[in-house]
C-alpha cells in the first residue's frame, strides 16, 4: 500500500516538472517575438552644423550677484559693469537670489536704473533659489519670473511646463554640494561646470556633466563666478568678505560664446546651441574645438554641434587663441566620459591635431580640457592659486545624438 502512496506521488511530481517546463517553453517562446524598443538604431537626418565663420566670439560671466542680493556687499550695478567693460568683458547676466525679494525680479535687479546695456550686454535673469537647489535662468529679454519662482515646490513636470511657457533658458548651478540642482536635467540647458575660481571644487560637476552627456542629453557645460562681493569705494565699507574681490570675481572663470551677432539673443542661442568654452579669466586662452569629418583638410564643425557618423576617421583639431596663448599646455581629450588622449602643445599658436572614428550607430562626443601656464588676472591676483592650472574646457562634439531627445 506505502509502495502504491509513493508511486503515485512520484507520477504527481514528474506531472508537474513537465507542466513547469512547458509553460518555461511556452514564456520562452513568446519572447522570441520581442523587440527592443530602445535598441540602438539609425538616428536618421540630423540639422545641418551652422556655419563657422558667421559669427563672433563674446566673453561673459553667467552668475554674477548686485547689491539686491542680500548677503552681497559692496556691489551696485554700475560697479559691476563698470569693472566689465575695464577688463573687456561683453555681457553679463546678474542673477540675484529670487527668494530675497519673494519672486519680484522685475521689480529690484531689473528695474534699477543702473541696469541697462551700455556698452556690456545685460541678459535677464535670476538665480532661482529653492529647497531643492539652485538654477540661473537667461533671456534676452524680460519675463514673468514670479511663475517660475512660485511654482518651485511643484512637480517637475509644473515647472517645466512653466519654463517653457516663459520662453527662458533654465541652468543648473553648481550641481553638486550643499545647493545642488535637485530637479529633472530633462527640463534645462545648461549646466555650470565650473563654478568660482576654485576649480577643484568642480570635479562632481563635470562627472555629473558627463552622465547626462552619456545619456543623450545634450547640455551645454558653461561657467559662472558666483561673485557676491566688491572692493569698498571707502575703509569704512570693508566687510569680513571684502578680500573675496581679490580671488574670486567677474570673469572667474569667463565663457565664450560663438554669436551668430553682438546681441542678447545671439548670446542665449550660442548658449543654448553649445558652442561655448570657459576660461580661467578673461585673459585665459579661449579653448577652441573643431572637427573635419571628410578629411579633406576645412573643419565642417565645432564644439556645440552634432553630426551623423559615416563610420568614417575624423580629424579633429584643439586650438588656443588670443594674446595669452604662448606657453606650455596639456590637452586632454575625453571621449564618452573616459580619458580618450593626453597632448603637449607650445608655442606663439599652440594647437594639436587627432583622430579617431566614430561609431556609426550609438551616441559618440568628445570634449577637451586644457591644463598648463597660468594667465596673469592682475585685477584678481588671487584667483590663478585658486584656478591651480587649468586654463580652460571646451563643450562636446557629437555624434548621433537625437536632438528631439
Not at 545685460?122 to 511654482?151: C, I, M
Not at 594674446?323 to 599652440?350: L, R
Request: some cysteine; proline content about 5%; hydrophobic content about 35%.
Amino acid at each position: 500500500m506505502k509502495r502504491r502512496r509513493t508511486q503515485r506521488m512520484n507520477i504527481v511530481r514528474v506531472g508537474l516538472l513537465l507542466s513547469l517546463a512547458i509553460c518555461i517553453r511556452g514564456v520562452s517562446l513568446a519572447q522570441t517575438g520581442y523587440v527592443n524598443p530602445w535598441a540602438i538604431k539609425d538616428v536618421g537626418t540630423l540639422p545641418p552644423v551652422a556655419s563657422l565663420t558667421d559669427g563672433v566670439w563674446l566673453k561673459g560671466d553667467l552668475h554674477v550677484h548686485s547689491r539686491h542680493s542680500k548677503e552681497s556687499s559692496n556691489h551696485p550695478i554700475s560697479k559691476i559693469t563698470a569693472f566689465a567693460k575695464s577688463v573687456g568683458i561683453d555681457y553679463l547676466c546678474i542673477t540675484d537670489h529670487d527668494n530675497h525679494v519673494n519672486g519680484d525680479v522685475a521689480h529690484n535687479t531689473w528695474a534699477d536704473p543702473e541696469f541697462k546695456s551700455s556698452p556690456v550686454l545685460l541678459l535677464y535673469g535670476a538665480e532661482w533659489t529653492t529647497t531643492r537647489g539652485h538654477g540661473n535662468t537667461f533671456s534676452a529679454k524680460p519675463y514673468d519670473h514670479q511663475r517660475l519662482y512660485d511654482v518651485r515646490d511643484q512637480r517637475d513636470a509644473t515647472v517645466g511646463a512653466v519654463k517653457k511657457e516663459l520662453g527662458i533658458h533654465l541652468s543648473a548651478n553648481h550641481p553638486s554640494g550643499k545647493d545642488h540642482f535637485g530637479y529633472s536635467y530633462d527640463m534645462i540647458e545648461s549646466i555650470e561646470v565650473w563654478n568660482s575660481a576654485i576649480w577643484s571644487k568642480n570635479a562632481n560637476a563635470i562627472m555629473i556633466w558627463d552622465d547626462m552627456l552619456s545619456s543623450g542629453r545634450k547640455l551645454t557645460g558653461r561657467g559662472g563666478s558666483d561673485v557676491h562681493h566688491g572692493t569698498p569705494d571707502t575703509p569704512e565699507q570693508a566687510t569680513k568678505n571684502t578680500p573675496q574681490a581679490k580671488a574670486n570675481y567677474i570673469g572667474t572663470p569667463t565663457t565664450w560664446v560663438f554669436a551668430t551677432a553682438r546681441t542678447s539673443q545671439a548670446i542665449i542661442d550660442a548658449l543654448t546651441n553649445g558652442r561655448v568654452s570657459v576660461s580661467a579669466n578673461p585673459y585665459a586662452p579661449r579653448v577652441e574645438f573643431y572637427a573635419d569629418l571628410n578629411q579633406d583638410g576645412k573643419m565642417d564643425m565645432m564644439m556645440g554641434d552634432n553630426a551623423k557618423a559615416a563610420g568614417k576617421l575624423v580629424t579633429f583639431r584643439v586650438q588656443l587663441s588670443g594674446s595669452a596663448a604662448d606657453g606650455e599646455y596639456t590637452v586632454n581629450v575625453v571621449k564618452n566620459g573616459g580619458t580618450f588622449g593626453t597632448y603637449q602643445i607650445s608655442g606663439k599658436t599652440p594647437f594639436v591635431e587627432f583622430t579617431d572614428t566614430p561609431a556609426a550607430l550609438g551616441r559618440t562626443y568628445y570634449r577637451v580640457v586644457v591644463e598648463g601656464t597660468p594667465t596673469a588676472y592682475p585685477q584678481v591676483p588671487e584667483s590663478m592659486a585658486l584656478s591651480e592650472h587649468m586654463v580652460g574646457l571646451s563643450n562636446p562634439i557629437c555624434f548621433n545624438f537625437d536632438p528631439n531627445f
